[in-house]
């Protein structure tokens, strides 16, 4: 379970978590079930210890990563000074360095959120704040013991039945009826849609009713824009489960029928050679005159 959630979280931030109270709490319950081990495991993975390492490493090595070693970090401190170099810029110490980044990094997630925003209508930003109002329009026996949708939005589907297949079309239903535009994130990149669902899925619905607007509608329309497709995915796959199910309690029952008509027959490994033997001798005969007469015949 370990290197399965440092896979996917790496898969995301392009980084380990620095500790277990990173890594949120949803992706933790899923991926438990995902390996069949208990969630609590989680706090227990040995930070420290020769298995991570060598979990990294694999992680590292099946995204094309490199660790990062102290003379990698000397070569980009001196591709930033050759740059300022270059454009007659008196370079930054490496604390200015780090506060320019995050400053643009700001800057860049400032003007993300407000092209995001800026895209959705006032009633379907009304129906996002209504995802994690209290008691959202959500009934005690659905989300059991009410709380509101978007907390039903993160979960996986249940248990294989009926039940989960129809929880999910009325949970695809619901994040449709937000009705995000077609094109709303057509021209952004997949990972930068994954990173804000990522970090949406992290949230609970009381720090993001606390969020700047913007920040909130994007993490919310992010969110729902992945889990559409994820939903419908889901579903295409618990009905093609619940079909096998089915089929395969069909065939269970239509064999056990069988059976209990065989053993009412006496002499049914008799008859049944005698019919094969008739129908071997002439193929081209029909039925009334060929099959029946060995049928009824007594041996």
């Known amino acids: 379970m370990g290197f399965a959630l440092l896979l996917k979280f790496f898969e995301v931030e392009a980084r380990f978590p620095e500790d277990a109270g990173e890594m949120p709490v949803p992706a933790v319950s899923y991926v438990a079930q995902q390996v069949k081990v208990?969630?609590?495991?989680?706090?227990?993975?040995?930070?420290?210890?020769?298995?991570?390492?060598?979990h990294r490493m694999e992680i590292r090595g099946a995204f094309g990563f490199c660790e990062c070693t102290e003379e990698d970090q000397d070569q980009l401190a001196e591709a930033v000074v050759a740059r300022c170099r270059k454009d007659r810029l008196e370079p930054p110490t490496?604390?200015?360095?780090?506060?320019?980044?995050?400053?643009?990094?700001?800057?860049?997630?400032?003007?993300?959120?407000?092209?995001?925003?800026?895209?959705?209508?006032a009633a379907t930003r009304f129906r996002l704040d209504d995802l994690i109002a209290e008691d959202a329009g959500t009934d005690e026996e659905s989300t059991g013991g009410g709380g509101t949708f978007f907390t039903e939005l993160k979960a996986d589907p249940g248990a294989l039945g009926l039940d989960s297949l129809l929880a999910e079309v009325n949970k695809l239903q619901r994040v449709r009826a937000v009705e995000l535009p077609p094109e709303l994130f057509a021209d952004v990149s997949e990972k930068l849609v994954a990173a804000w669902r990522a970090r949406a899925a992290k949230e609970y619905p009381t720090d993001l009713r606390a969020a700047a607007g913007p920040v909130r509608y994007t993490l919310l329309a992010t969110l729902c824009h992945v889990r559409e497709t994820e939903i419908t995915d889901s579903l295409v796959e618990l009905f093609i489960q619940l079909v096998q199910k089915i089929n395969t309690r069909v065939e269970k029952k239509v064999e056990g029928e069988f059976n209990k008509e065989l053993k009412r027959v006496r002499g049914k490994e008799g008859i049944l050679l005698r019919l094969a033997e008739a129908a071997v001798a002439e193929p081209g005969g029909t039925v009334r005159r060929v099959i029946y007469p060995v049928a009824g015949s007594p041996r």
Do not use: H, Q
């Open 94 to 121: 490496p604390g200015r360095i780090a506060r320019l980044v995050g400053s643009a990094v700001s800057t860049f997630e400032e003007r993300f959120c407000a092209a995001t925003v800026g895209r959705l209508s």
């Open 38 to 54: 208990p969630a609590e495991e989680w706090a227990a993975y040995d930070w420290s210890g020769r298995a991570i390492k060598r």
